[in-house]
């Protein structure tokens, strides 16, 4: 092997920074911060001589992973410097538009201290650096080690916390003014918050009008656009920490504009720092402008019935996957001459897999639906403004052969992972703070009971859930179209789920379930689905080893051997699978196939 250095760089939090979003703006803009800190590293690597490894297509800001390896020596403080530098850009640009705009009575001297503490200690950064000849496999595992003592500093602060996350300060002129605690007043503090609020939700809507170029009648007219494109950014009742005042800020367009300049003067227009970057910028405020944004809210407008006037409410389909062992996948040309080049080979699939996929929704004969990111293996998006999940259900049925593998049918031509999705089926009454960590679970229950699968999870206003989960291969076949009432005509233009569905909670009321109810689960079986009696009762296709490779082999429908296990049994040779774990999980495997295919496949 000839003589070379491996430098691989990343900083947290990631999904804590993404999670603490109210609204799908905030969404939008935390994963797009990430990408563009992302892409800095990138671009400033390659200006000092450096070749960016992974991730593959620096040169596409959107959707950009936060673990970068580069070939060559980038020094650390060279990799930490331009880091800052463009989280600095961020958050000066954002406190200097609010105070030469936000004006009046209030004073900005204190609320500084803070802004700086959060441009110098939001993020944690690791970098490592391999010796001459060590492996890129080497470098990570460092950088794993490095990772874990952790080197943290919290921020502390006086008065009140904020509405969302509840672990921060709120954002206002007084933040960390020193006062005595004993003469704190907390309905004076209240009442300060509030009006800066509701001053800065109007400039922003002032601002959004200028941008744009709007034409506005009359004064009367421009005040009442003002505060309603105003509240589309930031509602007045609302009370934001620092960092998620700077989401917020961030997918205005004049906010871009200025970051833009600010970029401008700091990196002194190098075209190797800033290319892409300020079009992804502008790219991100076009794509959230209030005229064109509103179509994902969960309310609709109002419409007048008679005498009432009503706000309808729509459900909406998130989804969340990931790519299922993609580190183990890299393990497998660890400490190989290959391994540099197999990286970037994967990182460049799966860079354009998720550019391809945020393109997708623009030309996809199925409408109302967004992904939010997607930085390769890893994507989010949402449905919306649907009577019913029918369509959600159909994409999904074709989505690993014909989004994930693109409709490639060799082996050699499809993804060298499988994934793994959650999809909820929201109430537009839960907050999207729990809709999105529901979307996390259900990921996860589906990683978690074999991968290679779909996690579907209806999510109902009062918390609880229903979920069920199928391997892709079993959904693809068309399980949940081949639906049959009681009738026994097929195909008809709507399937009717109330007959199994109140058939499962007869049964479940007797407890016909209890025990060994397999049989009368088979039984419904048989009535509803009688084409795939065969498939469940098959006892090959119900579980995969531990050790298969499910990119050539059918995952199994409850999930891995290893799952189903005897307990008592502790040699790994000799570990049989328990035949009644394995008949119960079967039984609610089809007990919450009624149920869930109910709530989505109902017209």
């Not at 961020?90 to 009046?104: L, M, P, S």
């Not at 004969?365 to 259900?393: P, Q």
């Not at 989505?399 to 490639?408: H, P, Q, R, S, Y």
């Amino acid at each position: 092997m000839t003589n070379t250095i491996y430098t691989v760089i990343t900083f947290a939090p990631v999904q804590g920074f993404i999670e603490k979003s109210r609204k799908l703006r905030d969404l939008y803009g935390s994963s797009y911060l990430l990408s563009y800190l992302s892409s800095v590293i990138c671009n400033a690597a390659k200006s000092k001589g450096c070749h960016v490894i992974s991730p593959a297509l620096s040169n596409i800001t959107q959707g950009m992973p936060n673990q970068i390896i580069i070939l060559g020596d980038f020094p650390e403080e060279d990799a930490n410097s331009a880091f800052l530098t463009a989280w600095k850009c961020v958050t000066e640009t954002c406190r200097e538009w609010i105070e030469d705009n936000v004006q009046g009575e209030w004073e900005y001297t204190s609320w500084k201290r803070s802004w700086d503490l959060w441009t110098k200690y939001a993020w944690e950064f690791f970098w490592v650096q391999g010796n001459n000849g060590e492996y890129i496999s080497d470098v990570r595992e460092k950088l794993n080690e490095k990772k874990r003592p952790r080197d943290w500093t919290g921020i502390n602060w006086q008065g009140e916390s904020s509405t969302l996350s509840g672990a921060d300060a709120i954002a206002y002129p007084k933040l960390s003014q020193i006062f005595d605690p004993r003469k704190y007043n907390y309905q004076l503090e209240k009442k300060d918050v509030t009006d800066f609020y509701e001053v800065l939700s109007k400039k922003l809507g002032e601002s959004f009008i200028q941008s744009v170029r709007l034409k506005i009648p009359d004064k009367e007219m421009m005040s009442k656009r003002s505060l309603e494109y105003g509240k589309s950014f930031i509602d007045p009742e609302e009370e934001l920490s620092v960092p998620e005042l700077i989401k917020r800020l961030i997918t205005h367009k004049t906010i871009t504009d200025k970051l833009i300049e600010r970029l401008k003067q700091v990196f002194g227009n190098n075209g190797v720092i800033l290319k892409n970057i300020a079009q992804q910028i502008n790219q991100l405020s076009d794509d959230l402008n209030p005229n064109t944004f509103t179509d994902l809210s969960r309310l609709n407008e109002k419409k007048r019935t008679g005498e009432e006037t009503r706000q309808e409410k729509f459900w909406t389909g998130w989804f969340q996957g990931d790519g299922d062992k993609a580190g183990d996948y890299l393990k497998s040309f660890a400490r190989k001459p290959e391994e540099p080049e197999e990286i970037k080979k994967f990182s460049l699939e799966m860079r354009e897999w998720g550019d391809d996929f945020q393109k997708l929704p623009k030309d996809s004969i199925i409408s109302n639906w967004r992904v939010i990111y997607a930085g390769g293996d890893d994507f989010l998006g949402v449905f919306y403004k649907r009577k019913d999940a029918v369509d959600c259900v159909k994409f999904f049925s074709r989505f690993k052969a014909d989004t994930w593998n693109e409709g490639k049918s060799q082996p050699e031509e499809k993804k060298k992972i499988t994934v793994s999705v959650g999809f909820v089926w929201a109430s537009p009454d839960i907050p999207q703070r729990d809709v999105l960590q529901h979307c996390r679970l259900a990921e996860k229950s589906a990683k978690n009971n074999g991968r290679d699968r779909i996690a579907f999870r209806i999510l109902f206003s009062n918390g609880n859930h229903l979920e069920w989960v199928c391997p892709w291969w079993l959904l693809e076949t068309g399980l949940l179209s081949s639906y049959r009432d009681r009738d026994k005509k097929e195909n008809k233009p709507k399937q009717n789920w109330t007959h199994i569905y109140n058939d499962v909670a007869v049964l479940e009321s007797r407890h016909a379930f209890d025990d060994d109810g397999l049989d009368v689960a088979l039984g419904l079986l048989e009535i509803y689905f009688p084409k795939y009696v065969n498939v469940v009762k098959d006892k090959h296709k119900q579980l995969h080893p531990s050790d298969a490779d499910l990119t050539k082999t059918d995952s199994g429908i409850l999930g891995e051997c290893k799952m189903y296990y005897k307990e008592n049994l502790e040699e790994v040779d000799k570990k049989e699978v328990d035949t009644t774990k394995v008949n119960k999980a079967l039984t609610k495997w089809i007990i919450n196939l009624a149920k869930v295919g109910f709530h989505l496949c109902q017209q």
